[in-house]
């Protein structure tokens, strides 16, 4: 490994946000976006037409309802260190986009509505952290607002998630009364100005148990904030680098992200422990970030992020050697390979011509179809990287064209869109119907309006019966005998593999009990 690939692996830091809807997770891209450099001004996430809309959210539909219904990507550069940042969906819906995501990083940013505490989906957001052993910060946000009494929110965030916090700053009151935060190991505050989106606010060294405190911060805002530290200091344990790389504890921050407080404070020290790249399991061994062969794997594909271009973009994490321009990158899957001529870096819905790319780094790949997730790209070796499952649908639903001429738009329109792992796409093997399954009824209708924006069709989606999937494990000669009693209970994926789709779990386990060697199974590997 040069000097030079050294470098550049410990100066990366990659890492997804992660909250539940409305937590301010967007807004905080922003304006992380904002203190890098990389964008002049933030942009609202519910825009007025004099608004500039959220950088991240590139889809119409994400602009006009304020939400975040894909992956966005973006890179930048802060202190010396690249920032690879990918702003994941809040809406459970697309818990399993945000799920790919969380393979390709190596840390999470966790942001928590400090008015309402810990959600539900940041709960099941967490497990996903916790299986992988992800390193997570927390930012309590909007403490602008009335909300729950602080160490209310760190008794909350400890008990439904499990994770000791460790406090890096500690706001000085809330709501109304909320002065600003004070940071427990430099021993300084920073005052928070209110309606300051654009502008960083003042810091200023100070000895709490000092007369000059009292009178910067007030006599009774100062009394609780030293009756406070005092408590946090004595319960919380010290911070620990091993721990919080495992996954067992948080440090955790407090500010307002729409009015640009605490952000950069977090960012800094995100730098300063944020893990750089981390290895990656594959079937055979483990890939280390220093290795000089490259090698990376699909975590995300994105069709039409720009209309005039019409594309489809393959997201690759770099885990391993030096991406550089025009290389000769080894498809696994298909066993073929490919000149990378144009691969790029993303910065939402501007984009750059990659020359050099390093671990941690995602890139994207324009590519028209032969490229799924899960794919593995290498310079030769016959390499798998793991960890990227499908999910079993939960609903279903049958595509049901308005204009029956435009039955070939809707074929190229929900395979292409299902291939972006936002649904999942089913054929029976009996039949012609396309059977759409998805976790949440936001799918549907955010497939129905690409559908019509992007591709040009009006199509509608029914229920139908079916509401319970399960993938087929056997032999061929088990599989050939399956096929011909069953039918009407059998469907393909998109992939090709065999699955039964049925209106209950009874009928799948009592077609699996005919045969010895059938294993049903919930989730799929992107193989």
Request: charged content about 25%.
């Amino acid at each position: 490994m040069s000097a030079t690939q050294n470098r550049e692996i410990s100066r990366r830091r990659t890492f997804a946000i992660i909250s539940h809807p409305d937590a301010g997770k967007t807004t905080l891209t922003e304006k992380l976006l904002l203190y890098g450099g990389a964008i002049a001004t933030a942009g609202a996430v519910k825009s007025k037409k004099t608004d500039r809309a959220a950088r991240s959210d590139f889809m119409e539909m994400e602009q006009k309802r304020g939400i975040s219904v894909s992956t966005a990507v973006m890179s930048f550069e802060f202190n010396n260190f690249a920032m690879n940042l990918l702003d994941t969906p809040g809406h459970n819906d697309f818990s399993e986009d945000t799920y790919r995501t969380l393979t390709a990083v190596d840390a999470v940013l966790m942001v928590i509505d400090s008015s309402k505490g810990v959600e539900k989906q940041t709960q099941k957001l967490l497990e996903v952290c916790r299986l992988k052993k992800t390193p997570v910060i927390t930012m309590m946000n909007k403490m602008d607002l009335e909300g729950i009494d602080p160490l209310d929110l760190v008794d909350n965030l400890e008990k439904e998630l499990g994770m000791e916090c460790v406090p890096i700053t500690w706001p000085i009151g809330k709501g109304r009364e909320f002065k600003g935060v004070y940071h427990l190991e430099k021993k300084s505050v920073q005052f928070y100005l209110t309606h300051n989106q654009q502008k960083k606010n003042d810091t200023i060294d100070i000895d709490i148990n000092s007369d000059s405190a009292a009178e910067i911060i007030g006599s009774h805002n100062i009394q609780k904030l030293r009756e406070e530290i005092e408590m946090v200091s004595a319960l919380t344990p010290p911070m620990d680098l091993q721990k919080f790389n495992n996954g067992q504890i948080t440090p955790l921050f407090f500010g307002s992200a729409l009015n640009n407080f605490g952000v950069q404070t977090v960012l800094e020290e995100f730098c300063r422990i944020g893990p750089p790249p981390q290895p990656r399991e594959s079937i055979t061994r483990v890939v280390e970030p220093e290795e000089e062969k490259f090698s990376g794997f699909v975590f995300k594909i994105q069709a039409n992020m720009d209309k005039n271009h019409r594309d489809r973009m393959a997201f690759i994490r770099v885990c391993s050697g030096v991406f550089n321009r025009n290389m000769t990158l080894h498809q696994v899957r298909t066993n073929k390979d490919i000149i990378v001529r144009n691969a790029i870096t993303f910065m939402a819905r501007n984009r750059n011509i990659v020359e050099t790319a390093y671990p941690g780094d995602i890139i994207g790949i324009p590519n028209h179809g032969t490229i799924q997730i899960g794919d593995t790209f290498t310079e030769g070796e016959d390499l798998q990287i793991t960890g990227i499952p499908n999910f079993a649908p939960e609903l279903f639903r049958r595509a049901r064209l308005r204009d029956p001429l435009k039955a070939k738009a809707l074929a190229k329109g929900l395979t292409e869109v299902c291939e972006e792992g936002a649904a999942q796409l089913f054929r029976p093997l009996q039949g012609s119907d396309y059977i759409i399954g998805a976790l949440g009824e936001l799918q549907f209708q955010v497939i129905q309006s690409r559908l019509e924006n992007e591709y040009r069709v009006k199509a509608d989606f029914e229920t139908i019966t079916r509401n319970v999937c399960r993938w087929v494990i056997c032999n061929e000669t088990t599989k050939k005998q399956l096929t011909t009693r069953y039918e009407s209970d059998l469907f393909n994926d998109s992939k090709g593999n065999l699955c039964i789709l049925s209106d209950n779990l009874f009928r799948c386990n009592q077609i699996a009990d005919k045969y010895d060697d059938i294993k049903l199974t919930k989730t799929m590997e992107n193989i």
